[in-house]
């Protein structure tokens, strides 16, 4: 469907449900969201919430919604007080019995809708995204693509809940497991994948039989919302997908609730270890996925030119914003490293950075002006370090958007471990390089760092590949691949600080993390039949 397609008129609603349809005001929220720029608006838009099937605009505070290409304000968003989270909970639990019941195959014909909407609207959620976001059309739509994956994966749920059955275990007993939903779960998303993250999460849970309340980025809400009306288009009956856009009070509200079971997070590492620990002291099961340093070993066998070709899309593609963004190189030996600097200093001269409406672009600007200002603080200090700046995107303007949060492609080399550059996360387009002296050298480099998320190694060498693969201390591994994030039938997730939890996000730990296990045991027996009390175990 064309870019100005709308969802009014489209009736959603199970079969079983009374039928609804998307309200004419919503209709004209999206409409404006799309076609009209931020400096035209004479209106604000401020969004609400999505609760029990219904948009709820409630009293009280709001957030500016940015967008990052001009640098203007494009709409306001409710922050959700404590009483309009429990009202979201609310609607979640009286909507779990009967979704709870309603059979496997049946869910998953909402999930196959839902799919298709997602795919006839991607023009106009790809937009959404670059308003708010910033990322340019054509990541977008990888975003969104991504996301669209595991409503396919989820479309399948009826085989991944099939138990274990095993017949005469006994005279006559039978012996059975099966996955049981877990009730009300809630998920905590971040700004940089608005699209693809909560599709990681709503679409299993809800498939598995749970209902769920979604807690986006309050920085970029409007592409999640729109998603999750998509949603209940498909065919959700009111309250099994809730939306409640908010800060720290909306979060610790559903930490804290006692009906929520359960509750997966991906943002950075301080938050994840905060969220891991207060929703596992209030006994709620929970996934926290937090920060990255990803590194990339650069072999002296390796092929330079797809090198430069894939360092160039890892590290500044979104503007660096992803936690699998490749953010070090590790060059073993100083010829590779020379080879490396050189070449990727030729390549980035013609990067392209801009708006997000312009395809032409390579990547956008950051998510806003304070983000812009830290990402540019971590290059002043390694250059006060004493490392050596090769390309500065400190201070890029671009023409006709002189106010966006822009910052360039940068390359520094001569980077150290004890600088604060490497420690901590950057979260921008800032590739740093690392001379080492030997492959175990670059390894032990990652091994210590704090964080376990994504690493690759650039080699022509299988024994150093197959050496590298299975002794690195990291979640998840690239061959000459830079950007190692598992399609959505593996699972997502990395080790030590970068994962707080034992299971991993969508993929068959999805299942795992929103079903429990039942397991029955079974005896019919015969008639006339009757046994004396037995002592010895097992009985």
Avoid at 40 to 54: Q, S
């Amino acid at each position: 469907m064309d870019g100005k397609s709308s969802p009014h008129g489209r009736v959603y609603g199970a079969s079983s449900q009374p039928r609804r349809r998307i309200s004419p005001e919503h209709s004209a929220n999206v409409d404006h969201l799309i076609e009209l720029k931020n400096s035209e608006r004479k209106h604000m838009t401020t969004l609400g919430h999505l609760i029990n099937g219904a948009r709820v605009n409630s009293e009280g505070r709001t957030q500016d919604i940015f967008n990052p290409s001009t640098g203007e304000v494009g709409g306001q968003v409710s922050l959700a007080s404590k009483a309009t989270v429990e009202e979201a909970v609310a609607a979640a639990q009286a909507a779990y019995p009967a979704w709870r019941n309603t059979p496997p195959a049946k869910r998953a014909r909402v999930m196959f809708r839902f799919k298709q909407l997602l795919e006839e609207h991607a023009d106009q959620i790809c937009r959404l995204i670059g308003q708010e976001h910033g990322k340019i059309v054509h990541d977008a739509q990888g975003e969104l693509q991504r996301g669209i994956e595991n409503v396919e994966y989820a479309c399948g749920v009826p085989e991944l809940l099939k138990g274990e059955h095993s017949k005469n275990v006994g005279p006559g007993i039978d012996s059975w497991s099966e996955f049981q939903p877990l009730g009300v779960v809630a998920g905590i998303t971040p700004f940089n994948f608005p699209a693809m993250v909560p599709l990681w999460m709503y679409p299993m849970a809800i498939a598995c039989g749970n209902t769920f309340v979604l807690k986006p980025s309050e920085r970029d809400p409007s592409s999640t919302l729109f998603i999750a009306e998509l949603a209940l288009e498909a065919g959700l009956p009111a309250g099994v997908l809730n939306v409640v856009n908010g800060d720290k009070e909306a979060v610790d509200a559903l930490l804290d609730d006692p009906r929520v079971q359960a509750v997966s997070f991906v943002g950075s590492t301080p938050i994840a270890e905060y969220i891991y620990g207060r929703a596992s002291a209030n006994g709620k099961r929970c996934q926290a996925l937090g920060g990255a340093k990803n590194h990339s070993i650069v072999m002296p066998d390796a092929d330079m030119d797809n090198v430069v070709n894939s360092l160039t899309g890892a590290a500044f593609g979104s503007s660096g914003e992803r936690c699998m963004a490749l953010s070090v190189a590790v060059a073993v030996g100083d010829a590779a490293a020379d080879a490396l600097i050189a070449k990727m200093q030729e390549q980035m001269q013609t990067l392209k950075v801009g708006s997000f409406a312009d395809a032409g672009n390579d990547f956008g600007p950051v998510i806003t002006k304070a983000h812009q200002e830290k990402v540019c603080g971590y290059i002043d200090s390694a250059e006060a370090q004493g490392a050596e700046i090769v390309v500065d995107g400190r201070g890029v303007k671009v023409s006709g958007f002189e106010n966006g949060f822009y910052v360039g492609g940068t390359l520094i080399d001569r980077v150290t471990p004890e600088m604060t550059c490497y420690q901590e996360e950057i979260f921008g387009p800032v590739l740093l390089v690392v001379r080492a002296g030997s492959m175990e050298e670059a390894m032990k480099l990652i091994d210590d760092h704090e964080y376990g998320n994504g690493t690759c190694i650039y080699t022509r060498d299988g024994e150093a590949a197959r050496y590298f693969s299975d002794n690195i201390q990291v979640g998840m591994v690239g061959i000459n691949v830079p950007l190692p994030v598992p399609v959505s039938y593996h699972s997502f997730g990395g080790w030590k600080r970068s994962l707080f939890g034992d299971l991993a996000a969508y993929g068959p730990d999805a299942v795992r993390f929103y079903t429990k296990r039942k397991t029955i045991t079974q005896r019919w027996p015969s008639a006339g039949v009757r046994e004396g009390a037995q002592f010895s175990f097992p009985s």
